[in-house]
């Protein structure tokens, strides 16, 4: 089984910053992809953000610019910074991951960030 635990998420001003952080663990030898997504109540669950072992990234258009995923192979670890946030940034955020060997993604328990003045 894999665990996900996920932090950082609040309470933010138009312009400003949060950075989230997701750490995996339970039994994981490695991880393939890993990234974020985000989902506001009542509609489907987008893409953010994603990154693959080699740190090759991928990024919504409407994030690009403006957030930057990292990760730590060490510490199965993946992180958002997430910069000049606006209201329409404000959602629910998943991380993912998807250990070597394995045939599906696991996720995290979701952490709120609302953007709003």
């Known amino acids: 089984q894999v665990q996900l635990v996920e932090s950082g998420g609040g309470l933010v001003q138009p312009g400003g910053s949060l950075r989230l952080s997701c750490a995996a663990s339970?039994?994981?030898?490695?991880?393939?992809?890993m990234g974020w997504y985000r989902q506001v109540l009542g509609k489907q669950r987008d893409l953010v953000a994603t990154?693959?072992?080699?740190?090759?990234?991928n990024y919504a258009d409407s994030v690009k610019g403006r957030f930057t995923i990292s990760r730590d192979n060490a510490k199965n670890t993946v992180s958002l910074q997430m910069n000049s946030l606006k209201p329409e940034d404000t959602a629910v955020y998943y991380c993912?991951?998807?250990?070597?060997?394995?045939?599906?993604?696991?996720w995290g328990q979701g952490t709120q960030v609302t953007v709003s003045s």
């Open positions: 993912y991951v998807r250990p070597g060997g394995y045939t599906r993604n696991y």
């Open positions: 339970g039994s994981i030898v490695s991880i393939n992809d």
């Open positions: 990154i693959t072992s080699g740190g090759s990234t």
